[in-house]
């Protein structure tokens, strides 16, 4: 990877970071703020030829939504780490590496990071764990999923050379 498309890959994770933080916190989807940066990790992870570093990468985007969140800290950085990883292992190995089932694969370790976040951070605070899965838990899972499919061309010009099949 050149020096080049390195600065292309942080220019647009900090964009990504800063309309999550203040674009999407004012103007919210149904009520709920979408992970941004999380859905571009996923994309970039479903696009990737090679594992290699990736789930670093992935948790030093964890780790600064971490630290700009005000949650546990290194709960997002294993989190984002852990989804790239099963995101890449489920749409490169089970799933053949289409495009459709690069989106299966991230909406499931969406679903997945988030049910962990929100137990990890918030299961003492509010104990309908179930109620919390129905209202935000799924919408947002489905509302990462559909920004991970229109950034899955940026990821894939990005990070990978791998051909999509629909």
Do not use: H
């Not at 890959?9 to 941004?36: D, M, N, Q």
């Not at 971490?66 to 190995?93: E, Q």
């Amino acid at each position: 990877m050149n020096r080049m498309n390195k600065f292309k890959i942080f220019f647009v994770c900090t964009a990504l970071f800063f309309l999550e933080r203040v674009f999407f916190t004012r103007f919210e989807i149904f009520g709920l703020v979408p992970w941004l940066l999380f859905s571009f990790v996923m994309a970039g992870a479903a696009a990737k030829e090679e594992l290699g570093t990736y789930p670093v990468f992935a948790g030093v985007c964890g780790l600064a939504v971490d630290l700009a969140g005000g949650g546990a800290t290194g709960v997002g950085m294993i989190l984002y780490a852990l989804a790239a990883g099963g995101v890449f292992l489920l749409s490169r190995c089970v799933l053949r590496e289409g495009f459709l089932t690069s989106a299966l694969a991230v909406f499931i370790f969406s679903l997945a990071a988030e049910s962990l976040y929100c137990i990890m951070n918030y299961a003492k605070a509010n104990p309908e764990i179930l109620s919390v899965f129905i209202r935000i838990i799924l919408p947002l899972a489905v509302i990462n999923t559909v920004f991970a499919l229109v950034l899955f061309p940026i990821a894939k010009r990005l990070f990978g050379q791998r051909r999509i099949i629909f």
